[in-house]
T-cell receptor, first 113, second 114 residues
């Protein structure tokens, strides 16, 4: 069965600083990987996704993520965060032939001035 | 224009009551979903419909019954509400089925059972 671990429950970053949110997955075959963001009071919005090919994927809002098969990781990065990036971030994993996404428990990002 | 809209946004009700949450999408998508997010923020799929047909039915109590009158609507009816049903329920839609399809989420319905 597939699973996702987001080791950091809460991260605080200064505005303008760089950001990395960790995501580790467990799945036997090549996974499909996603990052979603949930702003307060809102639904989830897709930031980026990886299916195959280039292991560094670019997403919206200046985010990127890198798939590292050897580490079973798909960490989300942003070189310089903005106050509007404060939100909950969810990593998710899926696979061909499996209709369901499995989500991690999220990382809450706080931005301080 | 809201792409995926849910009503109500908040719902407080007593144990034992029956309630419904409505969902509508104006994206022209064929697939709709219901997800449950518990107090620990764990998000799990409950149901998925494609063109009004049920394609995913996770292990949820049969007190939960989805209804899709047309492919733009997927409502969730819950009978005999229990304290453990308190959660945020998200409706979502996608153009097609399968995990490769990008899901668009509504803003959620926070259900509190007292």
């Amino acid at each position: 069965a597939q699973s996702v671990t987001q080791p950091d429950i809460h991260i605080t970053v200064s505005e303008g600083a760089s950001l990395e949110l960790r995501c580790n997955y467990s799945y036997g075959a090549t996974p499909y990987l996603f990052w979603y963001v949930q702003s307060p009071g809102q639904g989830l919005q897709l930031l980026l996704k990886y299916f195959s090919g280039d292991t560094l994927v670019q997403g919206i809002k200046g985010f990127e993520a890198e798939f590292k098969r050897s580490q079973s990781s798909f960490n989300l990065r942003k070189p310089s965060v903005h106050w509007s990036d404060a939100a909950e971030y969810f990593c998710a994993v899926g696979a061909e032939g499996n209709e369901k996404l499995t989500f991690g428990t999220g990382t809450r990002l706080t931005i301080i001035p | 224009d809201t792409a995926v809209s849910q009503t109500p946004k908040y719902l407080v009700t007593q144990m034992g009551n029956d309630k419904s949450i409505k969902c509508e999408q104006n994206l022209g998508h064929d697939t709709m979903y219901w997800y449950k997010q518990d107090s620990k923020k764990f998000l799990k799929i409950m149901f998925s419909y494609n063109n009004k047909e049920l394609i995913i039915n996770e292990t949820v109590p049969n007190r939960f019954s989805p209804k899709s009158p047309d492919k733009a609507h997927l409502n969730l009816h819950i009978n005999s509400l229990e304290l453990g049903d308190s959660a945020v329920y998200f409706c979502a839609s996608s153009r097609e089925t399968g995990v490769r399809a990008e899901a668009f989420f509504g803003q959620g319905t926070r259900l509190t059972v007292v």
